[in-house]
């Protein structure tokens, strides 16, 4: 792929350089690709209605033609443009979580070309909350297709160093709005079918949805210990947020996960290998043979959602071989940060007793 220079434009989310935004806006509205932050992670950006700009997206991340990408917009009053029908439901989810961490497919509109939606007939699309990212909408023609700003498969970026080590010289520009909030993204649910069906799990609960709309089902292949083939959400038929080194998730009662985790480590150190374990503050104690990096403490749930994805770029930077990753089913993110690490492990789980 032909370089580029990278530009990175800082940006204060509290005092937004208009300038830099309308500069921004009008790469995307020639066509052009700008990464820029979200409350959720690093979104690259390009004009969601113009097919040869989201192309470039798919080139940029090497990333899968028909893995769909997420429309964002700035106001509620553009998704008319998106999509061909706005049930009821979607409406009352409007009106409660955006602009937020909440993505719905709807049935897509004639002005969305297939080159975005992945060639589905749905069109996946939601409003953040993110002040950097709706002044960029605004500027940018107020349809912007967004996947995560990463190569394809590696873990999403939470910091604009992450997008520039992943895309340097692949795009001509990064918007660093500093850290994102969330640290996963968005939740996905479709809304094309009877009975809404979450298809990625993530900040905005399967709870807080069915309090909305009523019942609410979630795709079992959210959490099912093997690749999920539909691609109709973005991130479903592949692998995703894999780190460079082989990841294995180990479940079980926590003594017990400890005792595997440092059995298998001797092992592999054994065998001259390095080992890397992600674990709770509260259990990184137990693991003498190996590198431990903490993720936050188990009742922080928020937190260890939030440093997921810089953990696991800190592993590719060590010399680790081989991770082992402890299981966290807390009750409000547990569900989204399980599905993040089974995909990170290709879905290489060892459950002891």
Known sequence: METMRTEIAKINEFDIDMERIRYAGQILRKGGLVAFPTETVYGL??????????????????RPSDNPLIVHICCIG?????????????????????????????????????ETTGGLDTVAVRMPSHPIALALIRE?????????????????????????????????????????????????????????MILRPGFITAEMIADIVGEVRVDPGILAEHPVQKPKA??????????????????????????????????????????????????RKYYKESRVWSIGEREDEETIAHNLYRILRELDKSDVDIIYSESFSTPHMGQAVRNRLLKAAGYQVLKVN
Do not use: C
Not at 93 to 103: C, E, N, V
Not at 142 to 154: C, F, M, Q
């Open 45 to 62: 950006g390009a004009d969601a209605l113009q097919a040869q700009a989201s192309k470039k997206i798919y080139a940029a991340k090497g």
């Open 234 to 283: 973005p991130g479903m038929k592949y692998r995703h947020y894999a780190p460079r080194a082989d990841l294995f998730l180990v479940e079980g009662e926590a003594a017990a996960v400890a005792d595997k985790i440092n059995q298998l480590a001797r092992e592999k150190n054994a065998q001259g290998k390095k080992v890397g374990v992600i674990a709770a503050q509260e259990t």
């Open 78 to 114: 553009d998704i008319g443009k998106i999509v061909s029908d706005l049930p009821e439901k979607a409406k009352l989810l409007a009106d409660a979580f955006w602009p937020g961490p909440l993505t719905m497919i709807l049935p897509k509109s004639g002005m969305v070309p297939y």
């Open 140 to 196: 940018g023609g107020g349809a912007v297709a967004a996947p995560s700003a990463n190569t394809s498969g590696r873990p999403s970026p939470t910091l604009a160093e992450h997008v520039y080590e992943d895309l340097k010289g692949r795009i001509p520009l990064i918007l660093d709005g500093g850290e994102v909030g969330i640290g996963i993204e968005s939740t996905i649910i479709d809304l094309t079918e009877i009975v809404p």
